[in-house]
T-cell receptor
Framework: SQTIHQWPATLVQPVGSPLSLECTVEGTSNPNLYWYRQAAGRGLQLLFYSVGIGQISSEVPQNLSASRPQDRQFILSSKKLLLSDSGFYLC???????????FGSGTRLTVV | AQSVTQLGSHVSVSEGALVLLRCNYSSSVPPYLFWYVQYPNQGLQLLLKYTSAATLVKGINGFEAEFKKSETSFHLTKPSAHMSDAAEYFCAVTLYKYSSASKIIFGSGTRLSIRP
């Protein structure tokens, strides 16, 4: 069966520090991968999505970037964190012929 | 472009009462529609989905939703609320058939509280 792993679960980082969040999917190949952010009291904002290795689409201009170095690995990064980067980050995947996402358990990022 | 509107950011019902969470969508082509549930500090879990088959869709935990094209609605219901239903619920839409990326657009969410 397919599983999605996301880590770390919780992260506290100072302003100006770098960020790397990792997401991996097991049990499938060539998934579509997504990064969402959920700010406190707000809905889900699509940040990036990828339909293949090295193929990244950005939905909103911001302080973050994403990479997909391997088929089932999706990384969210920042060179210098801002206070406004705080939030709950969710990774998700879907197959080429499925409907609906499967989400990871999320990373709570607090920038101090 | 497609979008979803969830009416009511917070809904409170008594245990055993009917749960009704409202969702209206906007789409220029037939959409796929979803309801997700999120418990505190967890990811989202798929409750149910409409993919152009039966208009009444049954999901997990006793929830169901009915796709009404004439009303552009996809409201979520449960006949009898349980304390464990307290969570955030998100309605979502995608034009999967028309987009290889299968992007899903989420509503702003409705927090469901259950009174003892």
């Amino acid at each position: 069966s397919q599983t999605i792993h996301q880590w770390p679960a919780t992260l506290v980082q100072p302003v100006g520090s770098p960020l790397s969040l990792e997401c991996t999917v097991e049990g499938t190949s060539n998934p579509n991968l997504y990064w969402y952010r959920q700010a406190a009291g707000r809905g889900l904002q699509l940040l990036f999505y990828s339909v293949g290795i090295g193929q990244i689409s950005s939905e909103v201009p911001q302080n973050l970037s994403a990479s997909r170095p391997q088929d089932r690995q999706f990384i969210l990064s920042s060179k210098k964190l801002l206070l406004s980067d705080s939030g709950f980050y969710l990774c998700a995947w879907t197959g080429q012929h499925n409907y609906g996402y499967t989400f990871g358990s999320g990373t709570r990022l607090t920038v101090v | 472009a497609q979008s979803v509107t969830q009416l009511g950011s917070h809904v409170s019902v008594s245990e055993g009462a009917l749960v009704l969470l409202r969702c209206n969508y906007s789409s220029s082509v037939p959409p796929y529609l979803f309801w997700y549930v999120q418990y505190p500090n967890q990811g989202l879990q798929l409750l149910l989905k409409y993919t152009s088959a039966a208009t009444l869709v049954k999901g997990i935990n006793g929830f169901e939703a009915e796709f009404k094209k004439s009303e552009t609605s996809f409201h979520l219901t449960k006949p009898s609320a349980h304390m464990s239903d307290a969570a955030e619920y998100f309605c979502a839409v995608t034009l999967y058939k028309y987009s290889s990326a299968s992007k899903i657009i989420f509503g702003s969410g409705t927090r469901l509280s259950i009174r003892p």
